[in-house]
């Protein structure tokens, strides 16, 4: 009688001891290779927060359905224990050592533009030109990757408490083509102008 191995090999067995001992080696492998194949995988399923390029406010509902549409200060975190704080140079950042620039899909107001959106001063914010026109994303673009991913972002309303979106997604990208979303937010709204909201990344 002859029992062929997992490498391909034929042995041969003569009695049942032989059969039974076979048996054993050939689970022992089989245990033992597995094993060590799913410590591996193990290692992978546990990745934590990633860094992006670029990171995007994909707003779907707005809480104004007709007015001028905007907000204020939009600030991204790689330190929870930093939330609100916007008072250096590139304060959106808030991300350790980084710059970037902030673009929305519409043109802003004077004296309401997208820059002012991130400019580290909670007292203005973009405003979109058209009363009630689309603004369906705001995005920051890191000069450079940052080596800390954004842990957490503030969303401050504009002038007035309906100038502040209502439901988004925050996503991120290293080629603002293929997008992840990080986080997602239904339901929201402001109570005053000029109010502060944070979000911690699940």
């Known amino acids: 009688m002859y029992v062929r191995k997992k490498n391909g090999k034929l ?10 001992m076979e048996q054993q080696a050939q689970v022992q492998v089989s245990v033992g290779g597995g094993g ?13 927060p990633v860094s992006y390029l670029f990171y995007q406010l994909n707003i779907t509902v707005w809480n104004d359905p007709v007015g001028y549409r905007g ?38 107001l004077a004296g309401a533009l997208i820059a002012e959106a991130a400019n580290g001063d909670t007292t203005d914010g973009f405003i979109a030109t058209n009363i009630g026109s689309e603004v369906e994303w705001i995005r ?16 401050w309303s504009a002038n007035a408490a309906v100038r502040y979106p209502n439901s988004w997604t925050f996503e991120g990208s290293d080629d603002g083509i293929a997008w992840t979303v990080l986080d997602t937010r239904s339901g929201e709204t402001a109570t005053l102008g000029q109010q502060q909201h ?4 699940p």
Request: hydrophobic content about 40%.
């Open 11 to 20: 042995v041969k067995i003569t009695t049942w001891a032989d059969v039974l």
């Open 36 to 48: 060590a194949g799913g410590d591996g995988g193990g290692g992978g399923g546990a990745s934590g």
């Open 71 to 108: 907000c204020g200060e939009w600030a991204l975190y790689d330190d929870v224990t930093n939330l609100g704080n916007v008072t250096t140079a590139n304060g959106q950042l808030n991300v350790t050592g980084e710059t970037g620039t902030i673009t929305a899909n519409k043109a802003g």
């Open 140 to 155: 920051f673009e890191f000069t450079v990757k940052p080596a800390n991913p954004v842990l957490a972002y503030s969303i």
């Open 198 to 201: 944070d979000f911690v990344i």
